[in-house]
């Protein structure tokens, strides 16, 4: 660029030199005859400046690394009844990411930088061995979107090495209880903290009498245990329980909906006296055909309907719309529970980092498990790690599908150190003995 150019510039965008300052332009003109010597324009392969890319690219040797390894076991569910519901392939990644790019913001004045190594793979085994070479190496801390076995797999594999895993896909309450690992905290909240969370709003209701209607598969069974769990916790009954034996290609349940707004009808009708429909069908296979279709004029609720989730694309509250509208600028869709998991995880290092001013493993685990931790989450309360079972313990969204209804813990729930422990299996119920250790 020559000086002229730079003069033409000025002119091409009515610039005046009183905007500019004569700071400037004495740094212009002093480098002048870098700008003009032909001498400058080459330099030798020995001396030759950095490409743009490799410049941006660059990190200082006085800056902090903290990679964070996200596993993705891949699996093969049924499709949703909706096509609103199909999972984006980036489900988990991209609030990942969006956890990485806050993590860097304050980073930029904490002199640490985060970095984001992703692995999906059906295959657990490879699962492992990319924890076992890419986890301990980083930061140490692992997020885990992974089934219970193949996520005990992993633990085990891990068991002894400067690494901690965090479980952001699964809400299997016996790998936080009997099952429980000292080198694994739960993202994710717990089967038991979601039917609680929906347990307290009908108990506010007063909707004490329960329909329930249990799906087929391992997970519905599990989720009714939670429910049944709730309901004699929190004062509530459960009238009846049905068990929806779906039959996959059928066209039964899965067909027109003239066949479909029969059979439900038929399916409730001559039920006890109930004042909601509980429905716990966590594959989706059903529960989307209960809603208006009982004999019964009845509110859904459950796993459809009126649900208990750790997010909801509608929630403004606190921040939530500065936070919502970031997200769909970095990944061009609304953000998911799993997002939102993997986001918190993201987090939860970052927080640590700042304040131990650390990229040490055992600096920042130590942290992470201390009473003084905590991660602002969006959700107007702060969210700590239980002592017990390394569960997050959070606020929760009762929501339908478009509008929040709720935040639980409700109103009257109390707890003697927080009303958060009013969701989930509390201390002196816990079966985890590992966290005891």
């Known amino acids: 660029m020559m000086i002229r150019d730079v003069v033409q510039f000025w002119q091409r965008t009515r610039l005046r030199p009183a905007f500019i300052g004569t700071a400037c332009i004495s740094a212009i003109l002093a480098t002048g005859p870098l700008l003009l010597g032909p001498a400058h324009a080459q330099e030798t392969p020995s001396t030759q400046a950095p490409t743009a890319a490799e410049t941006a690219n660059a990190v200082p040797s006085d800056i ?9 076991q891949l699996r093969d569910k049924n499709p949703p009844l909706s096509l609103l519901d199909l999972s984006p392939a980036d489900d988990g990644v991209a609030g990942a990411k969006l956890g990485i790019a806050d993590n860097n913001t304050t980073g930029k004045f904490t002199k640490q930088n985060f970095t984001l190594d992703v692995v999906e793979s059906a295959n657990v085994d490879d699962l492992i061995k990319a924890a076992l070479e890419k986890g301990t190496a980083g930061s140490g801390f692992i997020a885990a979107d992974m089934e219970p076995d193949a996520l005990l797999k992993l633990a085990d594999a891990l068991a002894g090495k400067d690494a901690v895993i965090m479980n952001v896909g699964n809400a299997d309450d016996s790998i936080r209880e009997e099952n429980c690992r000292a080198n694994v905290l739960h993202i994710a909240p717990a089967r038991s903290m979601l039917a609680d969370a929906l347990g307290q709003y009908l108990a506010w209701k007063r909707w004490n009498n329960w329909f329930l209607i249990v799906g087929p598969q391992p997970e519905d069974k599990l989720y009714a245990e939670a429910l049944k769990r709730t309901a004699k916790r929190f004062g509530s009954k459960i009238v009846e329980e049905r068990e929806f034996k779906y039959e996959p290609g059928s066209r039964r349940a899965d ?80 953000m ?102």
């Open 255 to 334: 067909g027109g909906f003239e066949q479909v707004q029969q059979q439900i009808p038929g399916f409730t009708q001559g039920a006890k006296e109930h004042d909601v429909v509980m429905v716990s069908d966590e594959g989706s296979l059903f529960g989307e055909y209960i809603p208006y279709r009982t004999w019964s004029p009845r509110p859904v609720t459950g796993t459809a309907g009126l649900v208990a989730s750790s997010w909801h694309p509608a929630l403004e509250l606190w921040g939530g719309t500065q936070f919502q509208n970031r997200f769909k600028r970095l990944a061009n869709r609304i």
């Open 336 to 437: 998911r529970p799993l997002d939102y998991d993997a986001w918190l995880a993201m987090r939860v290092v970052g927080e640590a980092a700042t304040r131990t001013k650390s990229d040490k493993f055992a600096d920042l685990n130590k942290y992470v498990h201390t009473p003084e931790f905590e991660v602002a989450a969006f959700k107007g309360m702060k969210t700590t790690f239980r002592s017990w079972n390394g569960q997050l313990r959070q606020p929760l969204l009762v929501s339908t599908p478009k509008m929040l209804v709720s935040v639980s813990p409700q109103p009257g729930f109390l707890h003697q150190t927080s009303v958060l422990d009013t969701l989930g299996y509390d201390k002196p119920e816990t079966k985890c003995k590992a966290y005891a250790k």
């Open 64 to 72: 902090q690394q903290l990679p964070i390894l996200y596993l993705k």
